[in-house]
Each structure stands twice: as structure tokens, then as C-alpha cells.
């Protein structure tokens, strides 16, 4: 199965980072935050954002980006940004690559993502749309890199549903 990972930095919404975690257990990813964190990580928060699943969840943290980036030399990394030259689906995601998302009010540092520029993506959007949720945004890419790896030993659940039509209703 493909190992995708999910970074999030300086998240800054309990409630977000809970949804991504959730999203992550469900695809087998793992989650890595960026401090500093807007919120506190403990029993009582988790509980309240509905994290009962956190246990299930491969999470790290990092003091800051410097730190993330020694304990992962040379990985392939993709900033997920409005400013991405290329759409979220014109790249390739290797197996352990990591796709990061900024903060919820500024998104990734500006110097972050000029150091990084063939390796920014986005998110086509219609309009003056600002920004997605950052939650729907995670779900959006880190399912398009499992498509990509054909959803490789990802349980198949449930069936289609068939309706029947009943005129007299």
C-alpha cells in the first residue's frame, strides 16, 4: 500500500486537524504537525473535537519546519497552495511523499513556498474564491494520490445501493 503523509502546518483549528486526522485513519495516512499548534492536544480537546479514533492515528509533532525537514532529508514534499503553478492532479505522488497545508488564516509562509516552487499545487477554484476548508482540501489531494496508487489494500466497503421506484408513492 502507498504511504502518503499529510502535514500540517501550524494548524490553527482544533476541529480541522481533528476531521484530517479522522481522514487520515481512514486512508491509512500519516499526520505530522508543524508547531506552534492553535490549540491544545490533550485527552479532554480531543474528546470534545469527537477524536476518539486519535488513538488509531499515526501522528508526530515538530518543534518547527527546520525540525521536520532533518528528521525527513530529501523527501518529496508538495505544498498545497492557491498560488500552485500546477493542479493538485498534474503531479505524480510517490510512495512516501508528504502533501503540506499552511494554516487555516494564512496558509504556508511565503518564503516556504518560494524556496519550493516546482513542488506547489493547487486547487482550481472558480471565481474569487479565497480558500477551501482545510479539511476538504487534505481529503481532496491525499485521495487523489491513493487514486493514483489504485487504492492499493484499501477495503472496499458497502455495495451500490439500488432504488426501487415505486410510482404509487
Known sequence: MAKINIVLHEPEIASNTGNIGRTCVAAGADLHLIEPLGFVLNEKSLKRAGMDYWDRLSVTRYLDYEEF?????????????????????????????????GKESAGIPEEILAANPDTCIRIP?????????????????????????????????????????????
Open 69 to 101: 525537514l532533518e528528521k525527513h532529508p530529501g523527501a518529496k514534499i508538495y505544498y498545497a497552495t492557491t498560488k500552485g503553478p500546477r493542479t493538485y492532479a498534474d503531479v505524480q505522488y510517490e510512495d512516501g511523499c508528504f502533501i503540506m497545508f
Open 125 to 169: 477554484m472558480i471565481g474569487d474564491t479565497r480558500s477551501l476548508n482545510l479539511g476538504n482540501s487534505a481529503a481532496i489531494i491525499l485521495y487523489e494520490a491513493l487514486r493514483q496508487h489504485g487504492f492499493e489494500q484499501m477495503e472496499q466497503k458497502g455495495h451500490p445501493r439500488t432504488f426501487e421506484w415505486d410510482e404509487n408513492k
